[in-house]
């Protein structure tokens, strides 16, 4: 079956303590996203990549990074920079970045903080 | 700044009822509107608008796009309590990944 997967599917995070969300998809599409979801606000984009070994920031980039050494994978790390990190992330990806209708999203990655 | 404002954030409806969610936005470089129904986890894609004055409709749901106004609605007849989630409007601009609003949260009751 083809599709997108994110892992784990909740994750906890100590004050200071750097963390890794997983997202892989085996539908061999280029553009991979990742957005942060919060209580009663809409997806923002925090990086994407259009291509392997490319990504840009999106909105909400700081206290974040990524790699894209895969086709099929796009991990996520949230830095302790990132003051704020408990919330819901969800990843997407699409065969090219201008194919928006066609972004499918994984079941997400909810963050808590302990 | 590219803004997606949906209104009403929240709205709570008897079975059997209609209801109209509202989606306007100022972007620059439109290129579509989408409009996503997310329940528990991944939003699910429902519909793609492009042009003006064209209404898409999937079973009891129906969207249009406004683009003068720059506006769309989001219609569900006949309310059913699978309906309740959260419904989100999505901007598209020059291809660049999308810019979502807050989304309408819906709860319909039996």
């Known amino acids: 079956d083809g599709g997108i997967t994110q892992s784990p599917k909740y994750l906890f995070r100590k004050e200071g303590q750097n963390v890794t969300l997983s997202c892989e998809q085996n539908?061999?599409?280029?553009?991979m996203y990742w957005y942060r979801q919060d209580p009663g606000q809409g997806l923002r984009l925090i990086y994407y990549?259009?291509?392997?070994?490319?990504?840009q920031k999106g909105d909400i980039a700081e206290g974040y990074s990524v790699s894209r050494e895969k086709k099929e994978s796009f991990p996520l790390t949230v830095t302790s920079a990132q003051k704020n990190p408990t919330a819901f992330y969800l990843c997407a990806s699409s065969v090219t970045r201008a194919s928006a209708e066609t972004q499918y999203f994984g079941p997400g990655t909810r963050l808590l903080v302990l | 700044e590219d803004k997606v404002v949906q209104s009403p954030l929240s709205l709570v409806v008897h079975e059997g009822d209609t209801v109209t969610l509202n989606c306007s936005y100022e972007v620059t470089n439109f290129r579509s509107l989408l409009w996503y129904k997310q329940e528990k986890k991944a939003p699910t894609f429902l519909f793609m608008l492009?042009?003006?004055?064209i209404e898409k409709k999937s079973g009891r749901l129906s969207s249009i796009l406004d683009k003068k106004e720059l506006f769309s609605i989001l219609n569900i007849t006949a309310t059913q309590t699978g309906d309740s989630a959260i419904y989100l409007c999505a901007v598209e601009n020059s291809g660049y990944a999308l810019n979502f609003g807050k989304g309408t949260s819906l709860l319909v009751t039996p």
């Open positions: 539908l061999n599409h280029d553009a």
């Open positions: 492009t042009s003006s004055g």
């Open positions: 990549s259009q291509i392997v070994n490319d990504f």
